[in-house]
């Protein structure tokens, strides 16, 4: 994720098949390792069956390179039953995987501890990151000068979600339409990457130069600035630099972290969106950019609503994302996916004037000082062996944390 020489930015369409026929789940098969979660709304009477599968990537020039995303899931946060937490960390540079851990923690912690969060929950969301990105810097054991971790995050309240993302994974809900019941994918976030007229002007502002390897090492001309999308742009996308230095170049604008990326503009202020959940809303999905490189959403939510069982679902769009990494790189990014099927929500979809399946409104919002809170429980993972060395983890109670070191991606 926003390494230098792994931003490729092409998609390509799914190849899998099943025949046009929703596949049923195993659930009878499960081991206790598989995560299969049932969470009850109370509030809405419905329920919201989640699965999470995560795998480190291939690096044949670094085989034992760690994986450096990591997931959380939250239940019942403030005690509350209709208040739950899903989130997708992922780190980079040396330190990555302390960064990505160390803000999972945190992260969902500062949210618990503040007393505004459900009545709140965009302002909660702002001081949360905010406080975290301050404890990440001042933390003596993480050296996040050139590391940090992306975070995309969706916070259920009731039956609305609010997204917060900070960086270039991603946040899909499926939204069925027409009499025919066809499934259509919705971004509830947008990536925060160069690529993006408004997010490259504002890090152009902060002293940021924005230009691909190939301009800055002279080989294309610094003065064209037309990168075309993150979809067309081959494996030479625009990223952020110094002003007379060969680093940091990262390929996000956003992220926790990262302390000289900060410097020229790279912000842990998330973009946060509020979607009205709807009976035509049958699952969404939060995943690492390893899961999009080469996806379309479209072709994600596509899989997704083949299997009734979010595990199936996690196993089969991850297995496709891998396979076609080797297809066009020599490497694959690590791949982290959390499927969230939604059970028996019945309501109209009109609440305060939005109708229909989902509507978000991004509203970036600003940073407000925050003070730190006590540890409170954490959900983390362990894992297991399952369908071709994917990895499903269950959530489990831990508060791990883990040493330091090492150049950004």
């Not at 009499?179 to 925060?192: F, H, I, K, M, T």
């Not at 769009?317 to 790189?329: D, I, P, R």
């Not at 019945?346 to 509507?359: D, F, I, R, T």
Request: glycine share 8%.
């Amino acid at each position: 994720m926003g390494c230098i020489c792994c931003k490729c930015g092409r998609k390509f369409p799914s190849s899998w098949s099943d025949g046009g026929k929703k596949i049923k789940a195993k659930k009878d098969t499960a081991t206790a390792d598989e995560l299969f979660e049932a969470i009850p709304i109370p509030s809405h009477d419905f329920k919201l069956e989640c699965a999470v599968l995560t795998r480190r990537g291939y690096y044949p020039d670094t085989p034992n390179k760690e994986n450096q995303d990591c997931f959380c899931i939250k239940t019942s946060i403030q005690g509350n039953p209709n208040v739950h937490f899903f989130g997708v960390f992922d780190g980079h540079g040396h330190s990555g995987k302390q960064c990505s851990n160390f803000v999972k923690t945190r992260l969902v912690e500062n949210l618990c501890d503040d007393d505004r969060l459900v009545e709140d929950p965009i302002t909660s969301f702002n001081l949360a990151f905010s406080t975290t990105n301050s404890e990440l810097h001042e933390n003596p054991e993480i050296d996040d000068s050139m590391s940090g971790t992306t975070a995309i995050t969706i916070l259920v309240v009731g039956d609305k979600l609010f997204v917060a993302n900070v960086g270039d994974s991603r946040a899909v809900i499926s939204l069925k339409k027409g009499d025919n019941g066809r499934v259509v994918a919705e971004d509830l976030s947008q990536d925060q990457t160069p690529f993006r007229s408004d997010e490259c002007e504002r890090v152009k502002e902060c002293g940021a130069r924005v230009l691909s390897v190939d301009q800055v090492e002279g080989v294309k001309d610094p003065g064209v600035q037309s990168w075309g999308d993150e979809e067309n742009a081959g494996s030479d996308p625009p990223r952020l630099w110094m002003r007379n230095a060969m680093y940091p170049g990262t390929a996000f604008t956003r992220s926790v972290g990262d302390g000289i990326a900060e410097k020229i503009g790279v912000v842990a202020v998330p973009e946060v969106s509020v979607v009205q959940l709807t009976a035509n809303n049958p699952s969404f999905v939060l995943a690492s950019d390893g899961v999009f490189e080469f996806l379309f959403s479209q072709a994600v939510v596509d899989m997704v609503d083949r299997y009734m069982d979010p595990r199936s679902a996690c196993a089969a769009v991850a297995a496709e994302s891998y396979k076609l990494w080797l297809e066009h790189e020599n490497r694959t990014d690590d791949i982290t996916i959390v499927v969230v099927h939604v059970n028996g929500l019945s309501n109209s979809g009109v609440e305060n004037g939005v109708e229909g399946g989902s509507s978000s409104s991004i509203q970036p919002t600003e940073l407000k000082p925050y003070i730190t809170p006590p540890w409170s429980e954490m959900f983390g993972s362990v894992g297991s062996n399952f369908s071709q060395n994917l990895h499903f983890h269950q959530v489990l109670l831990t508060n791990d944390q883990n040493p330091p070191v090492e150049r950004p991606r």
